[in-house]
């Protein structure tokens, strides 16, 4: 017994490349992974992937506009940029509006609406969670042409040729702009012919009627020339024609 161990101690000490029991712990072997450890790496990778995508291509967003044309579940309303918008509702959008009760049923083109959700950046669609009837804002640019003092109202027409009444309310703020100051002002010395910036919103049953909220008039600048009126018009037709130079 004792003769074999003295063997096997000198095998050892003379060939140190002997190891009891194979295992191999190479770097090797240990980043290969097995080919069912490989195929689920892949599928996580595809999953995250695809996941990143998705997150990258929608956002939360808003958009309000006018109601251009409603279809099954189709709203399709033109925005303050005026583009057409799609917005799309399901069985989970909620609805809201200052009347006591809103619905899809109440959304007709010309009503004024936002919406909040989820925008599709491939398809340019949102899918809304929330639509809301609203109040937006016009904004105009014109000339005075006409004042009636005894109505509160002015008359406003634009570089594209429309013409606008503006009610002049006690909510109204007026202001004058000269020389770099803004004043306080009133009806009284808004002149015809001048350039005048009116904020407010549009009456329901006349589209060229405005209740304005602010007024800014320019008494110090020229008037548009883009904008061509009757008083204008006027005056250039009835301009003395020249003298015939009289023959001698």
Do not use: C
């Not at 929608?58 to 925005?79: A, F, H």
């Not at 303050?80 to 799609?86: E, M, P, Y």
């Not at 040729?161 to 009610?167: A, L, M, N, S, T």
């Amino acid at each position: 017994m004792k003769k074999l161990f003295l063997v096997l101690i000198l095998l050892i000490l003379f060939n140190p490349d002997i190891t009891f029991g194979q295992v191999n712990n190479s770097d090797e072997n240990l980043s290969e992974p097995t080919p069912v450890v490989k195929d689920k790496v892949d599928q996580i990778k595809d999953k995250v992937t695809d996941k990143i995508e998705k997150l990258n291509l929608v956002e939360k967003r808003g958009i309000l506009g006018s109601v251009e044309s409603i279809s099954e579940n189709i709203i399709k309303i033109n925005d303050t940029n005026d583009k057409i918008r799609t917005i799309e509702v399901d069985e989970l959008t909620k609805y809201s509006s200052d009347s006591n009760s809103f619905d899809l049923s109440d959304i007709k083109p010309g009503l004024q609406v936002s919406a909040i959700g989820i925008y599709n950046k491939d398809s340019e669609k949102l899918l809304a969670r929330f639509v809301n009837e609203i109040s937006i804002p016009i904004f105009l640019s014109g000339v005075i042409v006409d004042k009636n003092e005894d109505d509160s109202t002015i008359t406003l027409i634009t570089e594209d040729e429309k013409i606008y009444k503006v009610d002049v309310e006690n909510i109204t703020k007026t202001f004058s702009f000269s020389e770099e100051d803004l004043t306080d002002s009133d009806l009284s010395e808004f002149d015809i012919l001048k350039n005048a910036f009116v904020v407010g919103f549009l009456d329901e049953n006349d589209k060229e009627r405005i209740s304005a909220t602010k007024i800014i008039i320019f008494p110090n600048l020229p008037k548009n020339p883009r904008i061509i009126t009757d008083t204008q018009e006027t005056t250039i037709n009835k301009s003395p024609s020249p003298s015939p130079t009289p023959e001698k």
